[in-house]
């Protein structure tokens, strides 16, 4: 099955580090550009972090800038986000999602055609 | 970055209504706009990207229209399994923003 499974979350302090990984299967996971979104449960998304096919582009939300890191790992078809320096506003679900490149005579899009379950993150003392 | 307003923030409606959702953003991003409906606990799932451009195998009642920054997703003869949150996303530039959500109740 063509499927991202995300794993890691869990209860931190605040100021505490978790390690979120996603794990890729049944499709080329070295061809697609990667995504994390979150979202505060019963709230809205919010895009976090992205990384290209080949890891040497990495784009971050302003406010997890400087304390997120994300990476990739072809050979495990895994991506991996490093959360430090967590803050109670950082609780949420994690997704990553995968981002498709489409192009026809119309022109060119950008889409999240697949989304892992997510994982839950809670940044409480 | 781009901002995105969905409205209505909540609908109600009835199974067999027609329905639309509006998305509109601060700065023209041609029709680099996507469309996914969330179920409570789940993943979102792509209905339309492109602003117009059918996901395969949605159900061809979902519909997407607009370009600039003016777009809509129509929704035709409501079923059950409608009833969900409805969110828009560009993708003209990062920040990949999302508007705030349209919850779809009965």
């Known amino acids: 099955d063509v499927q991202l499974v995300e794993s890691g979350g869990g209860l931190v302090q605040p100021g505490g580090s978790l390690r979120l990984s996603c794990a890729a299967s049944?499709?080329?996971?070295?061809?697609?550009?990667m995504h994390w979104v979150r979202q505060v449960p019963g709230k809205g998304l919010v895009w976090v972090s992205r990384?290209?096919?080949?890891?040497?582009?990495?784009n971050y939300a302003d406010s997890v800038k400087g304390r997120f890191t994300i990476s990739r790992d072809s050979a495990k078809n895994s991506l991996y986000l490093q959360l430090n320096s967590l803050r109670a506003e950082d609780t949420a679900v994690y997704y990553c999602?995968?981002?498709?490149?489409?192009?026809?005579?119309?022109?060119?899009?950008?889409?999240?055609?697949?989304w892992g379950r997510g994982t839950l993150v809670t940044v409480s003392s | 970055d781009i901002q995105m307003t969905q409205s209505p923030f909540l609908l109600s409606a009835s199974v067999g209504d027609r329905v639309t959702i509006s998305c509109r953003t601060s700065q023209s991003i041609t029709t680099y706009l996507n469309w996914y409906q969330q179920k409570p606990g789940r993943a979102p799932k792509l209905l339309i990207y492109?602003?117009?451009s059918l996901q395969t195998g949605v159900s061809s009642r979902f519909s997407g229209r607009g370009s600039g920054t003016d777009f809509t997703l129509t929704i035709s003869n409501l079923q059950p399994e409608d009833f969900a949150t409805y969110y828009c996303q560009q993708t003209y530039t990062i920040p990949r923003t999302f508007g705030q959500g349209t919850k779809l109740d009965i």
């Open positions: 049944g499709f080329t996971f070295r061809n697609y550009w």
């Open positions: 492109a602003a117009s």
């Open positions: 990384m290209n096919s080949d890891g040497s582009v990495r």
């Open positions: 999602a995968r981002e498709v490149y489409h192009y026809d005579s119309r022109g060119e899009d950008w889409y999240f055609d697949l």
